[in-house]
Protein backbone atom coordinates (compact mmCIF):
# COMPACT_ATOMS: atom_id res chain seq x y z
CA UNK A 1 0.00 0.00 0.00
CA UNK A 2 2.82 2.70 0.82
CA UNK A 3 4.17 1.75 -2.62
CA UNK A 4 1.25 2.54 -4.37
CA UNK A 5 0.79 5.67 -2.34
CA UNK A 6 4.14 6.80 -3.34
CA UNK A 7 3.73 5.73 -6.99
CA UNK A 8 0.55 8.28 -6.89
CA UNK A 9 2.25 11.20 -5.58
CA UNK A 10 5.03 10.84 -8.50
CA UNK A 11 2.09 10.52 -10.82
CA UNK A 12 0.41 13.65 -9.86
CA UNK A 13 3.75 15.53 -9.38
CA UNK A 14 4.94 14.49 -13.10
CA UNK A 15 1.51 15.25 -14.72
CA UNK A 16 1.59 18.47 -12.92
CA UNK A 17 4.94 19.25 -13.75
CA UNK A 18 4.74 17.96 -17.37
CA UNK A 19 1.26 19.26 -17.84
CA UNK A 20 0.18 15.71 -19.81
CA UNK A 21 -3.34 15.27 -19.27
CA UNK A 22 -4.04 11.43 -20.34
CA UNK A 23 -2.66 9.57 -17.34
CA UNK A 24 -1.89 6.69 -19.35
CA UNK A 25 0.95 8.22 -21.18
CA UNK A 26 2.00 9.79 -17.82
CA UNK A 27 2.44 6.14 -16.68
CA UNK A 28 3.86 4.96 -20.02
CA UNK A 29 6.77 7.41 -19.55
CA UNK A 30 7.35 7.27 -15.67
CA UNK A 31 7.59 3.00 -16.00
CA UNK A 32 9.83 3.72 -18.91
CA UNK A 33 12.41 5.27 -16.36
CA UNK A 34 11.94 3.23 -13.23
CA UNK A 35 9.33 5.41 -10.96
CA UNK A 36 12.08 8.52 -10.66
CA UNK A 37 10.72 11.61 -11.35
CA UNK A 38 13.48 13.80 -12.18
CA UNK A 39 14.78 11.56 -14.87
CA UNK A 40 11.38 10.98 -16.32
CA UNK A 41 10.93 14.72 -16.41
CA UNK A 42 14.31 15.12 -18.27
CA UNK A 43 14.00 12.64 -20.75
CA UNK A 44 10.44 13.93 -21.33
CA UNK A 45 12.04 17.63 -21.85
CA UNK A 46 14.86 15.90 -23.83
CA UNK A 47 12.12 13.86 -25.82
CA UNK A 48 9.07 16.50 -26.22
CA UNK A 49 9.87 19.58 -25.67
CA UNK A 50 13.19 20.02 -27.56
CA UNK A 51 12.07 18.22 -30.64
CA UNK A 52 8.75 19.73 -31.20
CA UNK A 53 9.05 22.88 -33.92
CA UNK A 54 10.33 26.16 -32.96
CA UNK A 55 7.10 27.97 -34.47
CA UNK A 56 4.70 25.27 -32.46
CA UNK A 57 6.52 26.00 -29.21
CA UNK A 58 6.12 29.79 -30.04
CA UNK A 59 2.53 29.39 -30.65
CA UNK A 60 1.33 27.29 -28.35
CA UNK A 61 -0.60 28.13 -25.43
CA UNK A 62 1.57 28.25 -22.37
CA UNK A 63 0.18 27.57 -18.89
CA UNK A 64 3.31 29.96 -17.22
CA UNK A 65 4.49 33.26 -17.41
CA UNK A 66 8.43 33.55 -19.19
CA UNK A 67 9.75 37.52 -18.88
CA UNK A 68 11.28 38.47 -21.49
CA UNK A 69 14.38 39.83 -20.60
CA UNK A 70 13.54 42.85 -22.78
CA UNK A 71 10.08 43.72 -21.88
CA UNK A 72 9.10 47.11 -20.01
CA UNK A 73 7.07 44.53 -17.20
CA UNK A 74 10.34 42.65 -16.34
CA UNK A 75 12.09 45.93 -16.21
CA UNK A 76 9.47 47.69 -14.36
CA UNK A 77 9.76 45.00 -11.86
CA UNK A 78 13.54 44.80 -12.23
CA UNK A 79 13.43 48.68 -10.86
CA UNK A 80 10.98 48.13 -8.31
CA UNK A 81 13.03 45.37 -6.90
CA UNK A 82 16.15 47.31 -6.95
CA UNK A 83 14.50 50.17 -5.32
CA UNK A 84 12.92 48.52 -2.62
CA UNK A 85 16.53 46.11 -1.29
CA UNK A 86 18.46 50.00 -1.75
CA UNK A 87 20.76 49.52 1.07
CA UNK A 88 22.58 53.34 1.75
CA UNK A 89 26.58 52.81 2.37
CA UNK A 90 27.10 56.73 2.31
CA UNK A 91 25.81 59.59 4.12
CA UNK A 92 24.19 61.08 0.83
CA UNK A 93 23.03 57.11 0.71
CA UNK A 94 20.90 57.77 4.33
CA UNK A 95 19.75 60.96 3.20
CA UNK A 96 18.31 59.14 -0.20
CA UNK A 97 17.01 56.15 1.90
CA UNK A 98 15.24 58.81 4.48
CA UNK A 99 13.65 60.96 2.09
CA UNK A 100 12.49 58.41 0.20
CA UNK A 101 10.86 55.87 2.81
CA UNK A 102 7.03 57.06 1.59
CA UNK A 103 7.78 56.38 -1.50
CA UNK A 104 9.18 52.91 -0.65
CA UNK A 105 5.76 51.92 1.13
CA UNK A 106 3.86 52.76 -1.74
CA UNK A 107 6.33 51.06 -4.34
CA UNK A 108 6.08 47.89 -1.47
CA UNK A 109 2.36 47.87 -1.66
CA UNK A 110 2.50 48.48 -5.64
CA UNK A 111 4.70 45.81 -6.15
CA UNK A 112 2.57 43.46 -3.87
CA UNK A 113 -0.61 44.50 -5.89
CA UNK A 114 1.04 43.93 -9.19
CA UNK A 115 2.23 40.35 -8.06
CA UNK A 116 -1.00 39.40 -7.17
CA UNK A 117 -2.71 40.87 -10.36
CA UNK A 118 0.18 38.53 -12.62
CA UNK A 119 -0.37 35.73 -10.69
CA UNK A 120 -4.56 36.00 -10.51
CA UNK A 121 -4.56 36.40 -14.54
CA UNK A 122 -1.64 34.07 -15.02
CA UNK A 123 -1.81 31.62 -12.48
CA UNK A 124 0.77 30.39 -10.02
CA UNK A 125 4.51 31.05 -12.06
CA UNK A 126 6.70 27.48 -12.77
CA UNK A 127 10.04 27.18 -14.59
CA UNK A 128 10.13 25.38 -17.86
CA UNK A 129 11.00 21.79 -17.41
CA UNK A 130 14.70 21.61 -18.03
CA UNK A 131 17.88 19.69 -17.23
CA UNK A 132 18.87 19.41 -13.94
CA UNK A 133 22.52 19.66 -14.51
CA UNK A 134 22.06 22.55 -15.95
CA UNK A 135 19.87 23.81 -13.11
CA UNK A 136 22.33 23.18 -10.86
CA UNK A 137 25.49 24.83 -12.39
CA UNK A 138 23.67 27.94 -13.34
CA UNK A 139 22.35 28.27 -9.73
CA UNK A 140 25.82 28.15 -8.28
CA UNK A 141 27.16 30.46 -10.93
CA UNK A 142 24.66 32.79 -10.08
CA UNK A 143 24.82 32.57 -6.47
CA UNK A 144 28.71 33.37 -6.25
CA UNK A 145 28.45 36.37 -8.77
CA UNK A 146 25.98 37.77 -6.02
CA UNK A 147 26.75 36.41 -2.80
CA UNK A 148 30.77 35.54 -3.11
CA UNK A 149 32.06 31.60 -2.98
CA UNK A 150 31.84 31.45 0.32
CA UNK A 151 29.24 29.25 1.08
CA UNK A 152 27.96 25.73 2.12
CA UNK A 153 29.75 23.04 -0.31
CA UNK A 154 26.53 22.23 -2.96
CA UNK A 155 26.12 19.13 -3.58
CA UNK A 156 26.52 17.87 -7.20
CA UNK A 157 23.48 16.78 -8.01
CA UNK A 158 19.45 16.73 -7.86
CA UNK A 159 17.55 16.49 -5.27
CA UNK A 160 16.64 13.58 -5.24
CA UNK A 161 20.17 12.19 -5.24
CA UNK A 162 20.96 14.64 -2.40
CA UNK A 163 18.31 12.58 -0.60
CA UNK A 164 19.76 8.85 -2.25
CA UNK A 165 23.29 10.16 -1.04
CA UNK A 166 22.36 11.35 2.85
CA UNK A 167 20.58 8.13 3.44
CA UNK A 168 23.88 6.15 2.01
CA UNK A 169 25.58 8.18 4.30
CA UNK A 170 23.86 8.50 7.22
CA UNK A 171 23.96 12.28 7.75
CA UNK A 172 21.41 14.92 7.72
CA UNK A 173 20.34 16.98 4.88
CA UNK A 174 19.70 20.43 4.81
CA UNK A 175 18.06 22.39 1.79
CA UNK A 176 17.99 25.77 1.21
CA UNK A 177 15.34 26.80 -1.97
CA UNK A 178 16.36 30.74 -2.24
CA UNK A 179 14.05 33.05 -4.20
CA UNK A 180 15.63 35.65 -6.13
CA UNK A 181 12.71 37.95 -6.13
CA UNK A 182 12.94 37.87 -2.04
CA UNK A 183 14.36 40.25 -0.16
CA UNK A 184 14.97 38.15 3.01
CA UNK A 185 15.73 35.42 1.01
CA UNK A 186 18.66 37.71 -0.44
CA UNK A 187 19.49 38.90 3.39
CA UNK A 188 19.58 35.58 4.53
CA UNK A 189 22.18 34.53 1.90
CA UNK A 190 24.60 37.91 2.43
CA UNK A 191 24.20 38.13 6.18
CA UNK A 192 23.51 33.95 7.22
CA UNK A 193 24.25 31.57 4.67
CA UNK A 194 27.31 32.96 3.71
CA UNK A 195 28.97 33.58 7.04
CA UNK A 196 31.71 31.28 7.88
CA UNK A 197 30.62 29.71 11.50
CA UNK A 198 27.68 28.89 9.98
CA UNK A 199 29.45 27.46 6.88
CA UNK A 200 32.04 25.45 8.61
CA UNK A 201 28.40 24.02 10.95
CA UNK A 202 26.96 22.83 7.82
CA UNK A 203 29.45 21.73 6.00
CA UNK A 204 30.44 19.35 8.72
CA UNK A 205 27.03 18.22 9.84
CA UNK A 206 25.07 17.91 6.61
CA UNK A 207 24.79 17.53 2.96
CA UNK A 208 23.51 20.71 1.71
CA UNK A 209 21.77 21.02 -1.19
CA UNK A 210 20.47 24.21 -2.78
CA UNK A 211 18.68 25.92 -5.87
CA UNK A 212 16.94 28.50 -7.06
CA UNK A 213 12.50 28.51 -7.34
CA UNK A 214 13.06 29.92 -10.26
CA UNK A 215 14.82 26.67 -11.85
CA UNK A 216 12.68 23.85 -12.10
CA UNK A 217 14.83 21.39 -9.84
CA UNK A 218 14.08 24.27 -6.76
CA UNK A 219 10.58 24.80 -7.58
CA UNK A 220 10.29 20.24 -7.51
CA UNK A 221 11.81 20.13 -4.56
CA UNK A 222 10.19 23.34 -3.11
CA UNK A 223 6.89 21.55 -3.58
CA UNK A 224 7.52 18.47 -2.86
CA UNK A 225 8.82 19.88 0.83
CA UNK A 226 5.49 21.75 0.64
CA UNK A 227 7.03 25.31 1.10
CA UNK A 228 4.71 27.99 1.45
CA UNK A 229 7.75 31.19 2.35
CA UNK A 230 11.03 32.34 1.84
CA UNK A 231 13.83 32.28 2.84
CA UNK A 232 12.87 28.11 2.99
CA UNK A 233 15.02 25.80 4.60
CA UNK A 234 14.28 22.10 5.20
CA UNK A 235 16.25 19.78 6.90
CA UNK A 236 15.80 15.68 6.29
CA UNK A 237 16.74 12.72 8.16
CA UNK A 238 16.76 9.05 7.79
CA UNK A 239 13.76 7.63 9.92
CA UNK A 240 12.78 4.36 9.22
CA UNK A 241 14.63 3.73 6.26
CA UNK A 242 12.88 6.64 4.52
CA UNK A 243 14.21 10.35 4.04
CA UNK A 244 11.73 12.44 5.92
CA UNK A 245 11.24 16.29 6.65
CA UNK A 246 12.66 16.75 10.03
CA UNK A 247 11.64 20.74 10.34
CA UNK A 248 11.57 23.51 7.99
CA UNK A 249 12.47 26.91 8.62
CA UNK A 250 10.83 29.57 6.75
CA UNK A 251 12.01 32.84 7.98
CA UNK A 252 14.90 35.04 8.36
CA UNK A 253 17.45 34.36 11.38
CA UNK A 254 20.60 35.86 11.92
CA UNK A 255 23.56 33.26 11.71
CA UNK A 256 23.76 32.65 15.71
CA UNK A 257 19.92 32.31 15.95
CA UNK A 258 20.03 30.09 13.01
CA UNK A 259 23.04 27.30 13.81
CA UNK A 260 20.76 27.16 17.26
CA UNK A 261 17.77 26.09 15.50
CA UNK A 262 19.55 23.89 13.54
CA UNK A 263 21.60 22.34 16.07
CA UNK A 264 18.01 21.64 18.13
CA UNK A 265 16.55 19.94 15.27
CA UNK A 266 19.79 18.28 15.14
CA UNK A 267 19.42 16.83 18.79
CA UNK A 268 15.94 16.15 18.38
CA UNK A 269 16.51 13.89 15.54
CA UNK A 270 20.19 12.46 16.03
CA UNK A 271 18.48 9.18 17.94
CA UNK A 272 17.38 8.54 14.47
CA UNK A 273 20.75 8.31 12.93
CA UNK A 274 21.91 6.50 15.53
CA UNK A 275 19.57 3.79 15.25
CA UNK A 276 20.07 3.53 11.45
CA UNK A 277 23.84 3.29 12.15
CA UNK A 278 23.47 1.11 14.94
CA UNK A 279 21.29 -1.26 12.53
CA UNK A 280 23.17 -0.53 9.72
CA UNK A 281 26.83 -1.72 11.93
CA UNK A 282 24.85 -4.65 13.20
CA UNK A 283 23.74 -5.91 9.83
CA UNK A 284 27.72 -4.85 8.41
CA UNK A 285 28.17 -6.75 11.70
CA UNK A 286 26.33 -9.92 10.91
CA UNK A 287 27.22 -10.21 7.10
CA UNK A 288 30.87 -10.29 8.47
CA UNK A 289 29.91 -13.54 10.98
CA UNK A 290 28.22 -14.84 7.61
CA UNK A 291 30.86 -14.22 5.34
CA UNK A 292 33.76 -15.58 8.09
CA UNK A 293 31.15 -18.84 8.50
CA UNK A 294 30.58 -19.28 4.96
CA UNK A 295 34.86 -18.76 4.23
CA UNK A 296 35.35 -21.25 7.35
CA UNK A 297 32.56 -23.73 5.71
CA UNK A 298 34.00 -23.58 2.21
CA UNK A 299 37.41 -24.01 3.96
CA UNK A 300 36.07 -27.15 5.51
CA UNK A 301 34.51 -28.21 2.46
CA UNK A 302 37.83 -27.69 0.75
CA UNK A 303 40.07 -29.73 3.22
CA UNK A 304 37.74 -32.42 3.03
CA UNK A 305 37.19 -32.12 -0.46
CA UNK A 306 41.64 -32.59 -0.27
CA UNK A 307 41.32 -35.55 2.18
CA UNK A 308 38.77 -37.34 -0.04
CA UNK A 309 40.69 -36.49 -3.09
CA UNK A 310 44.17 -38.03 -1.11
CA UNK A 311 41.97 -41.18 0.12
CA UNK A 312 40.80 -41.76 -3.71
CA UNK A 313 44.35 -41.46 -4.73
CA UNK A 314 45.25 -43.74 -2.77
CA UNK A 315 42.94 -46.05 -3.66
CA UNK A 316 43.34 -45.76 -7.27
CA UNK A 317 47.19 -45.99 -6.55
CA UNK A 318 46.33 -49.12 -4.14
CA UNK A 319 44.14 -50.59 -7.02
CA UNK A 320 46.88 -49.79 -9.57
CA UNK A 321 49.32 -52.10 -7.74
CA UNK A 322 47.24 -54.78 -6.72
CA UNK A 323 46.02 -54.88 -10.49
CA UNK A 324 49.87 -54.59 -11.45
CA UNK A 325 50.81 -57.70 -8.90
CA UNK A 326 47.88 -59.64 -9.95
CA UNK A 327 49.15 -58.86 -13.82
CA UNK A 328 52.37 -60.26 -13.01
CA UNK A 329 51.30 -62.76 -11.10
CA UNK A 330 48.97 -64.23 -13.96
CA UNK A 331 52.27 -63.26 -16.11
CA UNK A 332 54.22 -65.34 -14.20
CA UNK A 333 51.64 -67.84 -13.78
CA UNK A 334 51.68 -68.51 -17.35
CA UNK A 335 55.22 -68.26 -17.98
CA UNK A 336 55.41 -71.40 -15.66
CA UNK A 337 52.83 -72.85 -17.32
CA UNK A 338 54.31 -72.30 -20.81
CA UNK A 339 57.82 -73.23 -19.07
CA UNK A 340 56.75 -76.98 -17.78
CA UNK A 341 55.04 -77.52 -21.43
CA UNK A 342 58.35 -76.96 -22.94
CA UNK A 343 60.05 -78.73 -20.15
CA UNK A 344 57.49 -81.70 -21.29
CA UNK A 345 57.60 -81.33 -24.78
CA UNK A 346 61.66 -81.28 -24.44
CA UNK A 347 61.57 -84.68 -22.35
CA UNK A 348 59.67 -86.20 -25.08
CA UNK A 349 61.89 -85.33 -27.19
CA UNK A 350 64.74 -87.26 -25.69
CA UNK A 351 65.05 -90.93 -27.56
CA UNK A 352 65.11 -93.85 -25.26
CA UNK A 353 68.41 -94.82 -23.32
CA UNK A 354 70.68 -97.11 -25.30
CA UNK A 355 71.51 -100.30 -23.80
CA UNK A 356 75.02 -100.06 -21.52
CA UNK A 357 76.94 -102.87 -23.47
CA UNK A 358 76.05 -100.78 -26.96
CA UNK A 359 79.30 -100.34 -28.69
CA UNK A 360 78.24 -96.72 -29.04
CA UNK A 361 76.71 -96.10 -25.96
CA UNK A 362 78.02 -92.69 -24.17
CA UNK A 363 77.22 -92.39 -20.22
CA UNK A 364 77.27 -88.00 -19.66
CA UNK A 365 76.75 -87.10 -16.22
CA UNK A 366 75.44 -83.31 -16.03
CA UNK A 367 76.37 -81.21 -12.94
CA UNK A 368 73.75 -79.12 -12.22
CA UNK A 369 74.28 -75.45 -10.01
CA UNK A 370 72.21 -76.71 -7.51
CA UNK A 371 74.81 -79.96 -7.16
CA UNK A 372 72.34 -82.50 -8.31
CA UNK A 373 73.93 -84.49 -11.32
CA UNK A 374 71.88 -86.00 -13.86
CA UNK A 375 72.99 -89.22 -15.55
CA UNK A 376 72.16 -90.56 -19.25
CA UNK A 377 73.54 -93.09 -21.54
CA UNK A 378 73.19 -91.61 -25.41
CA UNK A 379 74.26 -92.39 -28.37
CA UNK A 380 77.61 -91.29 -30.09
CA UNK A 381 75.49 -90.84 -33.08
CA UNK A 382 72.77 -88.38 -30.78
CA UNK A 383 73.01 -85.19 -31.45
CA UNK A 384 73.97 -82.62 -28.34
CA UNK A 385 70.18 -81.34 -28.79
CA UNK A 386 69.04 -84.68 -27.19
CA UNK A 387 71.44 -83.77 -23.96
CA UNK A 388 70.19 -80.56 -23.89
CA UNK A 389 66.58 -82.14 -24.07
CA UNK A 390 67.49 -84.19 -21.28
CA UNK A 391 68.84 -81.42 -18.98
CA UNK A 392 66.08 -78.89 -20.00
CA UNK A 393 63.18 -81.32 -18.99
CA UNK A 394 64.12 -81.50 -15.68
CA UNK A 395 62.01 -78.96 -13.04
CA UNK A 396 64.85 -77.58 -11.69
CA UNK A 397 66.98 -76.54 -14.45
CA UNK A 398 68.09 -73.49 -15.22
CA UNK A 399 65.67 -72.04 -18.37
CA UNK A 400 68.71 -70.22 -20.00
CA UNK A 401 71.28 -72.46 -20.21
CA UNK A 402 75.02 -73.66 -21.74
CA UNK A 403 76.75 -77.18 -21.47
CA UNK A 404 80.33 -76.67 -20.57
CA UNK A 405 82.78 -79.35 -21.02
CA UNK A 406 85.71 -80.19 -18.48
CA UNK A 407 88.87 -81.20 -20.91
CA UNK A 408 89.11 -79.27 -22.52
CA UNK A 409 87.18 -76.39 -20.88
CA UNK A 410 84.61 -75.89 -24.27
CA UNK A 411 80.85 -74.80 -24.37
CA UNK A 412 79.51 -77.38 -26.54
CA UNK A 413 76.57 -75.61 -28.95
CA UNK A 414 73.64 -78.07 -27.88
CA UNK A 415 71.03 -75.59 -27.95
CA UNK A 416 68.77 -76.06 -30.88
CA UNK A 417 68.62 -73.32 -33.22
CA UNK A 418 66.03 -73.64 -35.78
CA UNK A 419 67.59 -71.33 -38.47
CA UNK A 420 71.05 -73.08 -38.20
CA UNK A 421 70.14 -76.49 -37.80
CA UNK A 422 70.72 -79.73 -35.32
CA UNK A 423 73.85 -78.86 -33.51
CA UNK A 424 77.19 -81.49 -34.09
CA UNK A 425 76.15 -85.22 -32.65
CA UNK A 426 78.21 -86.33 -29.27
CA UNK A 427 80.59 -87.87 -31.62
CA UNK A 428 81.49 -84.73 -33.52
CA UNK A 429 82.86 -83.18 -30.38
CA UNK A 430 85.07 -85.97 -29.03
CA UNK A 431 83.50 -86.96 -26.40
CA UNK A 432 84.64 -90.31 -24.64
CA UNK A 433 82.64 -93.12 -23.57
CA UNK A 434 81.59 -91.26 -20.07
CA UNK A 435 81.88 -87.50 -19.33
CA UNK A 436 80.72 -85.07 -17.15
CA UNK A 437 79.41 -81.82 -18.10
CA UNK A 438 78.45 -79.03 -16.19
CA UNK A 439 75.41 -76.62 -16.37
CA UNK A 440 75.62 -73.35 -16.59
CA UNK A 441 73.54 -70.57 -16.09
CA UNK A 442 72.79 -67.88 -18.31
CA UNK A 443 70.09 -65.93 -16.11
CA UNK A 444 72.45 -66.04 -12.98
Known amino acids: MEGEHQRDQILAHFQEASGIDRIEECNRILEQNNWN ?65 PIRM ?72 HSPDNQESKRFCQRTLTNPNVVNYINENFIFWSCSVKKYAGYSAFRSLAGSRHPFTGIAVLKNNKMSLASRIEEYLEPQPFVNRVKRVV ?7 IVARDERNERALNQTIRREQDEA ?68 AVRLPDGRSLVRRFLRSHSLKYVYYFVFADEESPKEFELVASYPRRVLPCKPDEFEGDPPSIGDVGLGKSETLFVHDLEA
Request: hydrophobic residues 35%; negative net charge; aromatic residues 12%.
Open 297 to 364: FEESLRADREKEEKRQREREAKERLEKEIAEREMKEKEMQEELKERRKKAGELVPDEPDPSHSECVKV
Open 106 to 177: VVDNFSSIMSFVVSFFAGPYRPAITNVDEDMSSYKREFEEEFGAIHPNFFEGGYNQALAAAKRELVFLMVYI
Open 37 to 101: LEVALNSYLHNSVRDRPRQERENSPRRNIHYNSRSLVTRAFGMIQWFRSYQPQTTIGWIFYVTTL
Open 267 to 273: ENNEAFL
